[in-house]
């Protein structure tokens, strides 16, 4: 039972984060996605390098990331962005700067969809 209730907690996050990236791409003009579907996409891929790569970054930048207060935290999340953005066909980024906003304004967007829907988060 438990299992199937993840797999669409899973699914939800899914949806929710092509909502918050088509949003995202809506007020950004230096952001382009083809469709839904690209978004659920990146949206999947920008999960799993949060989850994988950066882990390894953070660990790799402890010193600057520390040196800035934890602002460099910013510039690795546009890094995966630009590399989510090389990734996947029908998702670009017009540079780093334009991907640095895509990152804030999309965890604010996320944040605001997960209150507004009363995401449980334990």
Do not use: C, H
């Not at 929710?16 to 999947?44: C, D, K, M, N, W």
């Amino acid at each position: 039972m438990s299992n199937s209730k993840d797999a669409v907690n899973i699914l939800i996050q899914l949806v929710l984060g092509g909502i918050a990236i088509l949003i995202t791409q809506y007020i950004l003009p230096g952001v382009v996605v083809e469709s839904f579907v690209t978004a659920i996409v990146v949206a999947a891929l920008i999960a799993i390098l949060n989850l994988t790569v950066k882990p390894l970054l953070i660990l790799l930048t402890i010193p600057i990331t520390v040196f800035t207060l934890g602002l460099f935290l910013l510039v690795i999340n546009a890094l995966l962005i630009m590399l989510a953005a090389e990734i996947v066909p029908g998702f670009s980024v017009g540079g780093f700067w334009w991907a640095l906003l895509f990152g804030l304004i999309l965890g604010l967007i996320n944040s605001l969809l997960g209150v507004s829907l009363g995401e449980n988060r334990r």
